[in-house]
């Protein structure tokens, strides 16, 4: 299994940012995957997830302001990140959903400024 995380990025406050996951080797018909970041307390903290058939989730922090999509026949996760705060900045992966793989990517880092 391979997740190779990209479309981070250095921006201000307020703008978005859309940054894709390619997947390899699930079966993404029915596999949830997830957005994760660096946590506190936790290694990695799920900020988002998405079904197969589409249905999210997402940690109070960003409702409203992010959304997760996919496109199975890309084999690609999505999350757009609209209204960007600078409590947004961290590392975000993404990986199966509860149950996530050993196989993490490098992530892709997100640094918001004021």
């Known amino acids: 299994v391979v997740f190779v995380e990209a479309g981070g990025g250095l921006v201000q406050a307020g703008v978005s940012l859309r940054p894709p996951c390619v997947v390899s080797?699930?079966?993404?018909?029915?596999?949830?995957l997830a957005w994760f970041r660096r946590g506190v307390v936790e290694e990695r903290d799920m900020v988002a997830n998405?079904?197969?058939?589409?249905?999210?989730y997402y940690i109070d922090s960003v409702q409203g302001r992010f959304t997760a999509y996919r496109d199975n026949t890309k084999e690609t996760i999505y999350l757009k990140m609209n209204s960007l705060k600078p409590e947004d900045t961290n590392l975000y992966f993404c990986?199966?959903?509860?149950?996530?793989?050993?196989?993490w990517g490098k992530g892709t880092q997100v640094t918001v400024t004021p």
């Open positions: 990986n199966a959903y509860p149950w996530p793989t050993a196989e």
């Open positions: 998405i079904t197969a058939a589409g249905r999210t």
């Open positions: 080797g699930i079966i993404m018909d029915v596999q949830t």
